[in-house]
């Protein structure tokens, strides 16, 4: 059904229920029009629903009712099972976005190499995301995937318990150089696969700060949301942090200082639940857009093997680099396979 409200603005309106079978049961009178209450004088619920209109926009938001299933039963940290692997997918963007056939958002899916590889302070690797946790520890990641069409590393047993954080460590991607370009080119749909998803406008010298001195592309960071969903499953919600995401060097894809915590951040009631997506958000979202929240969830990959996604929900970054596979497999099979991490490397059970 599509109502135009236009017009209506102050009006008491009525939707009744026309239907041959009322939902309680009792049948129409013979005759009975269009519109026209079952009982008149009677406003029953729920054959008969009564409203109005406002005269202007309304400023409450709609919020979901708070209550959950009885049988929903919460997961959180201490009742989530011991026995679940633990994965890492940063939310940015292409350091290199500016030399051409590169797609502006990416997904990194972060290897723990904690204690592993040398970070040295100030000199931000490209690749590698440090975390200070709320324990004050500190964690090393590498990346493993930048692109859809890099190889799959998550590989999931099938029915087993998986953690997943995703932090949102989001920055602007940086505008071409200003230098000799015209007011605004559009480039054509040409053979080159990468230049027909989308048009490229160039727009020079539309913001002083997003280019250095040196001409080299600089990030601005935008308070930006990323509504992370995951096929096959529906998961819960662990917590959401904000994290001070000033450390993070977007023009070189790696830390200079460690993305670091700030304070826990609000869970929505109508984010609890079960649910297949959830809202990565900026944390407090004010300039100069140095923090960013880390969610956790937590899911039993359960309801099928095979090869399944995960992306932002926003059509534009999830087409423009932020959709990602994984794989779930039977358990066992996942074990007689060695180049599996996690899961693997032995050839029989232990
Ligand atoms: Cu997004």
Request: hydrophobic share 35%; proline share 10%; charged share 20%.
């Amino acid at each position: 059904m599509l109502i135009n409200f236009r017009g209506r603005g102050g009006q008491s309106l009525q939707l009744v229920s026309t239907a041959g079978q009322p939902f309680n049961g009792e049948p129409l009178p013979e005759g009975t029009k269009p519109g026209q209450p079952n009982l008149p004088g009677l406003l029953p619920e729920p054959a008969v629903m009564q409203f109005r209109v406002s005269r202007g926009p309304v400023t409450d938001s709609f919020t979901l009712p708070t209550t959950v299933s009885s049988s929903f039963v919460p997961i959180t940290h201490d009742t989530l099972p011991k026995d679940h692997e633990h994965r890492l997918v940063v939310l940015t963007q292409n350091p290199n976005y500016n030399e051409m056939k590169m797609l502006p958002f990416e997904l990194w899916e972060m290897k723990d190499v904690t204690g592993k590889h040398k970070v040295t302070l100030g000199e931000a690797e490209d690749g590698i995301i440090q975390i200070k946790g709320p324990d004050g520890k500190t964690k090393t990641y590498r990346r493993q995937s930048r692109i859809f069409a890099d190889t799959v590393n998550f590989f999931v047993a099938y029915d087993s318990w998986e953690q997943w954080r995703f932090p949102n460590l989001n920055a602007n991607i940086p505008k071409k150089p200003p230098m000799g370009a015209p007011s605004a080119t559009v480039e054509p749909p040409s053979s080159d696969y990468w230049r027909t998803i989308s048009e490229l406008w160039s727009m020079p010298s539309i913001s002083a700060n997003t280019l250095s001195r040196d001409g080299l592309p600089t990030f601005i960071r935008a308070p930006v949301t990323h509504p992370m969903h995951v096929h096959l499953v529906e998961f819960q919600v662990l917590d959401r942090d904000v994290y001070d995401i000033s450390g993070f060097n977007p023009g070189k894809g790696g830390t200079d200082r460690p993305v670091t915590f700030k304070k826990h951040g609000v869970i929505d009631p109508n984010e609890r639940g079960r649910k297949d997506t959830i809202r990565v958000g900026p944390g407090e979202a004010i300039p100069p857009f140095d923090t960013g929240e880390i969610v956790s969830i937590a899911a039993r990959f359960t309801g099928g093997t095979g090869q399944f996604m995960y992306h932002c929900h926003l059509i534009g970054h999830e087409d423009e680099g932020m959709m990602r596979p994984f794989a779930v497999m039977p358990a066992e099979v996942m074990k007689l396979d060695p180049t599996m991490e996690g899961h693997g490397g032995h050839a029989m059970p232990m």
